[in-house]
């Protein structure tokens, strides 16, 4: 591999300004890779074809475009909600790993259980119509859970060779000292082990787990990507803002991972935390709204991310957000009377689904992990006539994200209206295509 010759001239004349290593892109050969520390930074090259081995057409009739990347509607499935093995999709946090002609979800909130149902997509765009999958691996608890994994919440999820990996936030980890961030499970769903990874914070990393493109995987010698947001409570431990970190795919006791972004306290991806120009953090005193709501719409305190890839020069990460329109307070009474348990906008209708697209070259080449931004941000219409969004109980509101290379999965909590009884979940499938 060779050495871009201006770091010789730095080295040869003895300045010491030179504080990150270039490295020429073009040098590479096919089977060399690039080790990236966290200060390394990458020049970008116009003879690299960074597109994903799967792209899968030049045009499609497109439901929405984010960046140059079209996602055009494929279908949609329900979830059989009867009972299976230790439990069912009812009050589902349903994170995902698609898998071949299965899924596999997160089932009840308040317990860390995983099943896989059928894949069986409808193109319909009425819910009621859209087929209901059946159970093909029962629900089973990760463990007889005791002590602090009571109070885990499933955030991810991935098959990693013949393992089944799964994300674990603390949901209120007031200490920041939680021991894991991730638990493997065997095929057939027994507990492995309890892992961690050597994150700046764990919970950064604790979220969704991504393969990468073969080209990246190769150039960044790493093959999958972490992520995680400020999901739950506690944000000094979280990522303020999406988070990425490389992956060797190598399963142990500690995780070496590598972090190439994330958001502090201290550097958010908005100060505006509340969308509120009167305040930054959290208004433990300021519980009447300002006069005048602040002009936040990239990210505030009930942002959540669920889930990012890598497609062509791009990081595109889904979730969803509130609060931009009509700012809020921490435990302050909405506009309908509401008292707030925590953190909420002012208007209950402020929530929609939303995605954030960085380019990867503009994460590789910061000098710090919290310096990218996003260069494109904004709600997301998922191509229904009617979105399914209704309030702050984040019904219709994504939180689990997939892709396969070919296509985009999005499980919508609560998004299955047509049995308005439960609360269950909706699969949409999305096909990927170049927009210009």
Same mark, same amino acid.
């Given at each position: 591999m060779k050495i871009n010759p201006i770091f010789y001239f730095f080295i040869i004349s003895g300045i010491s300004l030179l504080t990150v290593n270039y490295l020429d892109i073009k040098s590479l050969q096919p089977n060399e890779s690039l080790k990236l520390g966290e200060n390394s930074k990458l020049l970008i090259s116009d003879d690299i074809d960074s597109s994903s081995n799967k792209m899968v057409s030049e045009s499609? @009739?497109?439901?929405?475009?984010?960046? @140059?990347?079209?996602?055009?509607?494929?279908?949609?499935?329900?979830?059989?909600?009867? /009972?299976?093995?230790?439990? @069912?999709?009812?009050?589902?946090?349903?994170?995902?790993?698609?898998?071949?002609?299965?899924?596999?979800?997160?089932?009840?909130?308040?317990?860390?259980?995983?099943? %896989?149902?059928?894949?069986?997509?409808?193109?319909?765009?009425?819910?009621?119509?859209?087929?209901?999958? /059946?159970?093909?691996?029962?629900?089973?608890?990760?463990?007889?859970?005791?002590?602090?994994?009571?109070? /885990?919440?499933?955030?991810?999820?991935?098959?990693?060779?013949?393992?089944?990996?799964?994300?674990?936030?603390?949901?209120?980890?007031?200490?920041?000292?939680?021991?894991?961030?991730?638990?493997?499970?065997d095929k057939d769903l027994n507990l492995s082990g309890w892992y961690k990874t050597d994150a700046v914070q764990i919970?950064? #990393?604790?979220?969704?787990?991504? %393969?990468?493109?073969?080209?990246?995987?190769?150039?960044?010698?790493? #093959?999958?990507?972490?992520?995680? #947001?400020?999901?739950?409570?506690?944000?000094?431990?979280?990522?303020?803002?999406?988070?990425?970190?490389?992956?060797?795919?190598?399963?142990?006791?500690?995780?070496?991972?590598?972090? /190439?972004?994330?958001?502090?306290?201290?550097?958010?991806?908005?100060?505006?935390?509340?969308?509120?120009?009167?305040?930054?953090? #959290?208004?433990?005193?300021?519980?009447?709204?300002?006069?005048?709501?602040?002009?936040?719409?990239?990210?505030?305190?009930?942002?959540?991310?669920?889930?990012?890839f890598v497609r062509g020069d791009d990081y595109i990460v889904f979730g969803a957000s509130g609060m931009h329109h009509s700012s809020g307070g921490y435990k302050i009474t909405d506009k309908d009377g509401n008292k707030c348990g925590g953190p909420c906008a002012y208007d209950p209708n402020d929530y929609y689904n939303y995605y954030w697209v960085y380019n990867m070259y503009d994460i590789l080449n910061a000098r710090y992990p919290w310096d990218p931004k996003p260069y494109e941000w904004g709600k997301l219409k998922l191509g229904f006539a009617e979105e399914l969004i209704y309030g702050s109980n984040a019904n219709g509101l994504i939180k689990g994200v997939d892709y396969d290379g070919t296509y985009l999965y999005l499980t919508l909590k609560n998004g299955d209206t047509s049995r308005t009884s439960q609360r269950l979940p909706l699969l949409l499938r999305y096909q990927i295509c170049n927009v210009k």
């Amino acid at each position: 591999m060779k050495i871009n010759p201006i770091f010789y001239f730095f080295i040869i004349s003895g300045i010491s300004l030179l504080t990150v290593n270039y490295l020429d892109i073009k040098s590479l050969q096919p089977n060399e890779s690039l080790k990236l520390g966290e200060n390394s930074k990458l020049l970008i090259s116009d003879d690299i074809d960074s597109s994903s081995n799967k792209m899968v057409s030049e045009s499609c @009739n497109a439901d929405f475009k984010i960046g @140059n990347h079209g996602f055009q509607f494929s279908g949609g499935m329900r979830f059989d909600s009867r /009972k299976f093995g230790d439990g @069912n999709v009812s009050f589902a946090t349903p994170v995902i790993a698609i898998d071949e002609n299965k899924v596999w979800i997160g089932g009840e909130t308040n317990k860390i259980i995983v099943g %896989a149902f059928e894949l069986v997509f409808s193109k319909s765009r009425q819910v009621e119509d859209m087929p209901i999958a /059946k159970n093909i691996v029962p629900f089973k608890k990760v463990d007889k859970l005791t002590g602090w994994e009571t109070h /885990k919440r499933l955030s991810g999820i991935d098959k990693v060779q013949d393992n089944i990996l799964i994300g674990l936030t603390e949901y209120y980890d007031a200490m920041g000292d939680a021991p894991f961030s991730h638990a493997v499970l065997d095929k057939d769903l027994n507990l492995s082990g309890w892992y961690k990874t050597d994150a700046v914070q764990i919970a950064h #990393t604790s979220g969704w787990i991504q %393969a990468l493109p073969e080209k990246w995987s190769q150039l960044l010698n790493a #093959t999958h990507l972490m992520g995680n #947001t400020e999901n739950y409570p506690i944000a000094r431990r979280h990522s303020n803002g999406p988070s990425l970190y490389l992956w060797d795919g190598n399963i142990s006791a500690t995780m070496q991972v590598t972090p /190439k972004l994330y958001y502090t306290l201290q550097k958010p991806l908005h100060e505006l935390r509340y969308n509120r120009e009167d305040v930054l953090f #959290t208004p433990l005193l300021r519980k009447t709204l300002p006069k005048t709501v602040g002009n936040n719409d990239l990210w505030t305190v009930e942002s959540q991310a669920w889930g990012g890839f890598v497609r062509g020069d791009d990081y595109i990460v889904f979730g969803a957000s509130g609060m931009h329109h009509s700012s809020g307070g921490y435990k302050i009474t909405d506009k309908d009377g509401n008292k707030c348990g925590g953190p909420c906008a002012y208007d209950p209708n402020d929530y929609y689904n939303y995605y954030w697209v960085y380019n990867m070259y503009d994460i590789l080449n910061a000098r710090y992990p919290w310096d990218p931004k996003p260069y494109e941000w904004g709600k997301l219409k998922l191509g229904f006539a009617e979105e399914l969004i209704y309030g702050s109980n984040a019904n219709g509101l994504i939180k689990g994200v997939d892709y396969d290379g070919t296509y985009l999965y999005l499980t919508l909590k609560n998004g299955d209206t047509s049995r308005t009884s439960q609360r269950l979940p909706l699969l949409l499938r999305y096909q990927i295509c170049n927009v210009k």
